[in-house]
């Protein structure tokens, strides 16, 4: 079957995991790749590189913080970084058009903590985000939206439900309630579309020995759209980057959706 496969990667300093990012796209050959906290200004993004892999890329970068990208085998169009109507310095979300597929990459606000300001922060931008895709999957029906949420969207995403509850950053009833408001838009998580079981995670903390004893949470997402839904053939967390040295914290997910 003829597949394109897309993926979603926080590489938590492209600086740093540069090396990782094109070991993993001549061992992988994903299609396109979202990237998140390339941390990155954008006159040093490793274009060039990328290039030399045979990957297009379009990006938004800062120093230190945040920092989205697209890269792709084939050129983007209709680029579009930030959320229309929101004013946010952070560079934390980008979309573009890839080879007929609307691609939305998003690098959602941690928040810090329940209760917070970051915390409010979150909740706005996460519904300026809804007011957006509701627009985007009109305008494009062929959609995926793919980041870190930094969202454990149920107790099957967490390593252990009673200290990753509904007080917690990540797993508050508020936080995934803004997720479930994005889903109800007409859009689906592709890994459950085809996995059913809990303890499979795509982030665990560098402490504490924390990949080790799997003591992780499954908070980096492939959303695809309804014309979409029947096209996922498969979707899959691939854990092997994280065993390398100096790695991200995060593992690539991934999604195949059949041309």
Not at 51 to 70: C, D, E, H, M, P
Request: glycine fraction near 8%.
């Amino acid at each position: 079957m003829d597949t394109t496969t897309i993926a979603s990667w926080n590489v938590n300093s492209l600086n740093v995991r540069l090396p990782h990012l094109e070991d993993w796209l001549k061992l992988r050959a994903p299609d396109i790749v979202g990237l998140q906290e390339t941390k990155l200004e954008d006159d040093r993004f490793p274009d060039d590189a990328l290039a030399a892999l045979g990957y297009r890329s379009v990006f938004a970068g800062q120093k230190t913080y945040n920092g989205v990208a697209i890269v792709s085998r084939e050129p983007a169009t209709d680029v579009q970084v930030g959320i229309p109507g929101f004013e946010d310095e952070q560079k934390r979300v980008i979309a573009a058009t890839v080879g007929g597929l609307r691609i939305v990459n998003l690098y959602v606000v941690n928040g810090q903590d329940v209760g917070t300001d970051k915390y409010d922060y979150k909740l706005r931008w996460l519904d300026a985000v809804h007011g957006w895709l509701a627009g985007e999957i009109k305008a494009h029906p062929q959609l995926v939206v793919l980041g870190d949420f930094n969202i454990a969207p149920d107790d099957r995403d967490v390593h252990d439900p009673a200290v990753w509850n509904d007080a917690c950053i990540l797993t508050s009833t508020a936080e995934r309630a803004a997720l479930r408001r994005l889903l109800d838009l007409g859009l689906h998580d592709s890994y459950r579309l085809h996995n059913e079981e809990g303890g499979v995670f795509s982030w665990w903390d560098y402490r504490a020995a924390g990949f080790r004893r799997n003591l992780g949470l499954r908070i980096d997402l492939c959303l695809v759209s309804d014309a979409l839904r029947e096209r996922c053939v498969g979707a899959s967390i691939d854990k092997e980057p994280r065993t390398w040295e100096r790695p991200s914290d995060h593992a690539p997910a991934l999604v195949k959706i059949a041309r």
